[in-house]
């Protein structure tokens, strides 16, 4: 599948515009500020319907109006037209269609038109905390595999609940419930995620060896709570610290993916050449 126009109104700092595109390499070409960086993120909105540059809806629309409006055709292997239309209003919310039939759930669109972004933000992957690298992860299974995105958001609203409901009681038995609830949701997260590591990691190395010349090893490293026991007996376990600290402090959400070269920690003894050529790997 290939995207064959691109319409954008207010979307951030594009009034208005037509882009048509060739089905397989696409060049912008630009002064700073000119807009080409928005233009991809608009692409990448249609995918994931949200901007890929942590903004909120309302941050998107242009200054000075009222809403944004993105209209992408594209042609699918069979020769099949299909479109994507987004428009969000600062009154109305957010509305997004499929070949003229509006979703019910946002989530039904992820994993329909799969993309794949590499930006310069991405060096936030190595540099930054764990909840970066978790955040792509999540991003990029939830294309593959719509019930981890199910269960992902589900463990997320309960997890929310459950921290909510420390701050002002300890009730045994409510925690139960809750912990009942994560277990089921994080056992599933975190397999997904183990399996999803181990097979990326033969392919991630071929290409970074096909990059720099086969001239080092890299490592991709899943780490989580759950290889030393189950969710449920972790949440246990954590209980009474959970209780004095007033949230839940060990479970899935606490995963992390390690990134090495040559065994030794890619964030600390990686060049920046070969800290991007490791992300356009990865």
Do not use: W
Request: proline share 2%; hydrophobic share 35%; with cysteine.
């Amino acid at each position: 599948m290939y995207l064959k126009h691109l319409s954008l109104l207010n979307y951030k700092n594009i009034a208005q515009a037509e882009l048509d595109f060739a089905q397989k390499l696409n060049c912008f070409v630009g002064d700073n500020g000119a807009g080409k960086t928005n233009v991809l993120d608009a692409i990448y909105y249609l995918s994931m319907s949200k901007s890929a540059l942590t903004m909120t809806d309302g941050q998107s629309v242009m200054h000075g109006e009222d809403f944004f409006v993105l209209d992408g055709s594209y042609v699918a292997e069979d020769e099949r037209a299909e479109s994507v239309n987004c428009s969000f209003t600062k009154r109305a919310g957010k509305v997004l269609k499929r070949n003229g039939k509006e979703y019910e759930r946002m989530s039904d669109h992820v994993g329909n038109f799969p993309v794949v972004m590499v930006s310069p933000q991405d060096t936030e992957l190595i540099t930054d905390a764990a909840d970066e690298r978790r955040r792509y992860l999540n991003a990029f299974i939830s294309q593959l595999d719509r019930q981890y995105m199910v269960s992902l958001m589900r463990y997320n609203a309960v997890l929310a609940e459950r921290n909510k409901f420390l701050k002002c009681s300890s009730d045994e038995s409510m925690l139960q419930i809750y912990d009942m609830q994560l277990s089921e949701h994080g056992t599933r997260i975190y397999e997904r995620r183990r399996e999803i590591v181990e097979q990326m990691q033969p392919l991630v190395e071929e290409y970074y060896r096909i990059i720099s010349g086969d001239r080092e090893q890299i490592e991709i490293i899943f780490r989580s709570e759950l290889e030393e026991l189950p969710m449920k007996d972790i949440l246990i376990r954590s209980r009474e610290r959970d209780i004095v600290n007033q949230f839940t402090t060990s479970g899935i959400h606490r995963d992390d993916v390690v990134f090495k070269i040559c065994g030794y920690p890619l964030r600390k003894y990686g060049s920046q050449g070969q800290q991007k050529s490791f992300l356009v790997s990865l």
